[in-house]
């Protein structure tokens, strides 16, 4: 008896499931809404921006509300089905993309599979603007959306609905901008791994790194086109050294040797876009490339070695060095027995913090989620969090806040208390405060910690915790360091505070960093949450050495104030999902600042063309590439070294954890900023990586031995 293909039924069935909804499509409403809704799926048409602006792409979605029990199609249904389609009707000038399609969920219903969603899912559209509209007039979007909905029962169903955003010389976040942004950023990633295919007899075989997905589990690929793969078949994962092999019968229309083959990865939850080539099917398919192979490379004791180094290093940044100058200054009293236990203290609170951290990356990166090292300032509630958290310390270091007696510690009231409670907070706080520093050493030691199994991922980070917490207990076990210290006197309230300076600046650069997630709202919250701060020290300042009763009320008050600065955190935008300039002017701007903007479009069309390009991936948070910006990259040495050489200067921002940008990362082994690349002339050249520390010398040195090598 010959084998049983379910993928035969997908005509059959899509005819029938045709046939079922025949007269139940919805009907079209006398002038179209931005919403409808039938007993299965509710629909409705969202845009990221209420007001819009010329040259704008504005972000909109088709929303469906799924009734439970009942599912829609991905853009290849499977055995039976039909995507979800938009037919937009625009007017002049004006385009939209292809629909973004989020990751789609398999139903297995009898021997047909289905790809496709069910509650709630956001179909995303880019509509490109032209730099013609003028202010004051408005832009109406139509779509004529159609969709086949099933259960047992298949129903066609279609509404057509609308959209009028006015035009504005700047564009205005929508309230759905954040959910919107959010769907965005949760779609699948192009893969920065190599993978490849090929038909073996009667099955298909997908390859990719074991470096990649190093716990894969269990995986699925989901072909864009259909025919490719039986789709109801159980596919068998196997490693065959540095590759796993997915191996799935083909279907009715697999893919010929030379043709690319694309559709998603979906490894333990983790979804990828690939694009591979189909080989011969006679020939093996070669072992990918492993996407971490040089961070692999180093193996563990290096990586240790080197992330002690950088965790020494990172005692000298701008947001660490005041917490540990303060501690120190703790040496001058007490025996040498309290000291050495206070450092003791301080190193188990720095290595505690570090193995949590490392803890909610193990987290992360098990339910799929992009990782990296300062992965935490992606959250605008964190940035706001550490902006309050460093404003209070500027305010204890400066005396108008008293949480906490004597040099023991400083921030919260935890940190703040003398003895051993106070020295381990203050180590957690100094985890808290350097994470948005990346030191020399540091990069490589990261990109192969988060390639690695749990315990050499937290092997790696507590080598960075002790490198960290060492200077302080080498000082608190050596007495002859702690003679070398000056005498007690009236300097060391001076020093206190003057290191509350520091503190203040570090806050004031996180409102900047919150100014570029969420906007100008998230400005006014952090800034009034600071002014109820500020409010709740001086009320609790002026009132405590008053009366019993007035002492009550003035802590009562400080209490109401401190409660109405954490009522704000809710308020705040989860992201800018709204454009605040037309895109014409971000690249204006970034021309004004001897940049363009980084897509990996522009640096495959420059290489292609043999130009060299240097590369600088940053973000506002981390005040390392601030820092080599400032002192290296804006210099005017570097800027005339960029245009002799004819250098074409690309920055990518990772403020909002670009996935383009966290690919090209992944490429070269890393897992946080700064990289910094350069590409000499030829469309062959490979990238050379620069250190993470600049200086003008290293830029232009570089420079040269690219022309050099060129020549």
Known sequence: ?????????????????????????????????????????????????????????????????????????????????QPTSIDWQLPKNITASDIHWPAPKRFDVGPITNYGYEAQVLLLTEIHLPDSLTPGTSVALTAEANWLVCREECIPQQATLALSLPVAASATPSPDAATLSTALSSLPAKASFDASARVDGKELVVSWPVAATAQARQALFMPNDWGRIQHAAKPRLDRDGDAWRLRMPVGEQPAPAGQVLEGLLLVDGQAWEVRMPVLNGNAPSPAPEPANANASALGLWTAMGLALIGGLILNLMPCV????????????????????????????????????????????????????????????????????????????????????????????????????????????????????????????????????????????????????ALPYLALACWPALQRRMPRPGPWMEVLKQALAFPMFAAAIWLVWVLAQQAGPLGVLIVLSGMVLIALAAWVRMVSRHASAQWRWTGAGAALAAVIGAVALVPSLPAMNGGETSSSKDSAIAAAAEGHEPYSPERLSELRAQGKPVFVNLTASWCITCLVNERVALSTQEVREAFTREGVTYLKGDWTRQDPRITALLKQHDRSGVPLYLFYPAGAGSSAQVLPQVLTPGIVTSALRAGEAAVR
């Open 1 to 81: 008896m010959p084998r049983f293909d379910p993928s035969r039924l997908r005509p059959i069935a899509a005819i029938a499931c045709l046939g079922l909804g025949i007269g139940v499509a919805l009907p079209a409403p006398a002038s179209p809404s931005d919403r409808a809704s039938t007993d299965e799926v509710e629909v409705r048409l969202i845009s990221a921006s209420s007001q819009v602006s010329p040259g704008q792409t504005v972000l909109v979605a088709l929303e469906q509300r799924i009734a439970p029990h009942w599912h829609t199609y991905w853009k290849n249904p499977g055995d039976s089905g």
């Open 321 to 468: 060095f005041p917490v540990l100058a303060i501690k120190a200054l703790g040496f001058l009293q007490g025996s040498a027995s309290e000291h050495r236990r206070q450092g003791v203290a301080y190193t188990a609170g720095v290595l505690i913090a570090f193995a949590a951290l490392g803890a909610v990356l193990l987290a992360l990166r098990s339910a799929g989620g992009s990782i990296g090292w300062g992965f935490q300032f992606h959250s605008p509630v964190f940035v706001l969090l550490l902006a309050w958290l460093l404003f209070v310390l500027g305010l204890s270091l400066a005396g108008h806040l008293q949480i906490g007696g004597g040099f023991a510690g400083i921030g919260q009231s935890l940190a703040s208390r003398p003895g051993l409670a106070g020295s381990f907070f203050t180590g957690v706080l100094a985890t808290v405060v350097a994470t948005p520093c990346t030191a020399p050493f540091m990069g490589a030691a990261m990109a192969f910690a988060l390639a690695q199994p749990g315990p050499q991922l937290m092997a790696v980070f507590l080598s960075l915790g002790f490198g960290l």
